[in-house]
């Protein structure tokens, strides 16, 4: 008997290929649903091993959410930007459930990290040094501050390498966030000093009080002789009558305070403070300013000359 070949007609081939794209497709859901579920789902990778990677498992509705939810995953312990963390696999569960695997390689974001560490400490390094030469002790005082805020920056930096790595050890610096901070109390306590001259009605009253709070701010007042003071404080207080149409009496006041650098004799810094005071004489007109300029020579005050000195 023989048999008979049917022709290979399109309709034939259109039914061949709808058998092949799902025998593709079944072999795919085999790899992707079910039983062969990959290990990082729930435990460590044999792939990407924890030695050598920090893995990141997220998961979500969409390819979209679940890769957002692993990078999101590795970044999280982290306090300064961090770069290079790459999908590497994906999966499907019988839900339709996206998961997403990515690392972050230990050892080039170490490098990474490092390098940033070793710049930031060279900058620390060049302003401790500004501040140990200079003769000029308003540049060393302004040096202070920028150095701190780079130690804090770098030690963040440090705080993550040690994330990375994983003994946990991270560098040592000889100029630490500790030593900093006693150094700059020492120094204004012992090498940085500011005299006080103020000009005017009630000057020395307006200048105990000014001084108070500057102690209280942690720096070093002289008396009334500036030949060893580092900066002077120059102010000039005046009280104004003023004749207004009414049967109270006005007092207007202003006072002025120049922040003087002795090294060079130049002005770097001035605060106003000024207002107007009302009351049945003039006197007590001009009692009442008194009390409200004292009041305005506060710890804010003190704060204003704090931030001209460390040039913030």
Same mark, same amino acid.
């Given at each position: 008997?023989?048999?008979?070949?049917?022709?290979?007609?399109?309709?034939?081939?259109?039914?061949?290929?709808?058998?092949?794209?799902?025998?593709?497709?079944s072999?795919?859901?085999?790899?992707?649903?079910?039983?062969?579920?990959?290990?990082?789902i729930?435990?460590?990778?044999?792939?990407?091993?924890?030695?050598?990677?920090i893995?990141?498992v997220?998961?979500?509705?969409?390819?979209?959410?679940?890769?957002?939810?692993?990078?999101?995953?590795?970044?999280?312990?982290?306090?300064?930007?961090?770069?290079?963390?790459?999908?590497?696999?994906?999966?499907?569960?019988?839900?339709k459930?996206?998961?997403?695997?990515?690392?972050?390689?230990?050892?080039?974001?170490?490098?990474?990290?490092?390098?940033?560490?070793?710049?930031l400490?060279?900058?620390? =390094?060049?302003?401790?040094?500004v501040?140990?030469?200079?003769?000029?002790?308003?540049?060393?005082?302004?040096?202070?501050e920028?150095?701190?805020?780079?130690?804090?920056?770098?030690?963040?930096?440090?705080?993550?390498?040690?994330?990375?790595?994983? =003994?946990?050890q991270?560098h040592?610096?000889?100029?630490?966030?500790?030593?900093?901070?006693?150094?700059?109390q020492?120094?204004?306590?012992?090498?940085?000093?500011?005299?006080?001259?103020?000009?005017?009605?009630?000057?020395?009253?307006?200048?105990?009080?000014l001084?108070?709070?500057?102690t209280?701010?942690?720096?070093?007042?002289?008396?009334?002789?500036?030949?060893?003071?580092?900066?002077?404080?120059k102010?000039?207080?005046?009280?104004?009558?003023?004749?207004?149409?009414?049967k109270h009496?006005?007092?207007?006041?202003?006072?002025?305070?120049?922040l003087?650098?002795?090294? =060079?004799?130049?002005?770097?810094?001035?605060?106003?403070?000024?207002?107007?005071?009302?009351?049945v004489?003039?006197?007590?007109?001009?009692?009442?300013?008194?009390?409200?300029?004292?009041?305005?020579?506060?710890?804010?005050?003190?704060?204003?000359?704090?931030?001209?000195?460390?040039g913030?």
């Amino acid at each position: 008997m023989k048999t008979v070949k049917k022709p290979f007609t399109p309709e034939r081939r259109l039914t061949v290929a709808a058998g092949m794209l799902f025998l593709f497709l079944s072999l795919s859901a085999c790899s992707l649903f079910g039983d062969k579920q990959p290990d990082w789902i729930s435990g460590p990778s044999a792939k990407y091993p924890e030695s050598s990677y920090i893995l990141g498992v997220g998961h979500g509705d969409s390819e979209r959410s679940a890769e957002k939810n692993a990078v999101a995953t590795i970044v999280q312990p982290f306090r300064t930007p961090i770069k290079g963390a790459e999908i590497v696999e994906t999966w499907v569960d019988s839900t339709k459930q996206v998961y997403k695997l990515a690392i972050l390689d230990r050892r080039k974001t170490a490098r990474m990290l490092g390098d940033r560490i070793e710049e930031l400490n060279g900058i620390v =390094n060049r302003y401790d040094q500004v501040i140990l030469d200079s003769a000029d002790k308003l540049m060393a005082a302004q040096s202070y501050e920028p150095m701190i805020q780079t130690i804090k920056k770098r030690d963040t930096y440090d705080r993550d390498y040690r994330t990375v790595n994983l =003994n946990r050890q991270g560098h040592t610096f000889e100029v630490t966030l500790g030593k900093a901070e006693a150094d700059l109390q020492n120094f204004l306590a012992k090498e940085f000093s500011i005299a006080i001259k103020i000009i005017g009605p009630n000057a020395e009253q307006v200048r105990a009080v000014l001084a108070e709070y500057l102690t209280a701010e942690g720096f070093s007042i002289l008396g009334q002789s500036t030949q060893t003071a580092n900066i002077i404080i120059k102010g000039k207080l005046a009280f104004k009558k003023l004749d207004m149409p009414s049967k109270h009496k006005f007092i207007q006041w202003h006072a002025v305070f120049q922040l003087i650098n002795q090294a =060079n004799n130049k002005e770097f810094g001035t605060i106003l403070r000024k207002g107007r005071e009302v009351h049945v004489s003039y006197q007590a007109a001009e009692q009442a300013a008194l009390e409200t300029l004292i009041k305005q020579i506060d710890k804010n005050f003190a704060k204003d000359i704090f931030a001209y000195v460390f040039g913030n």
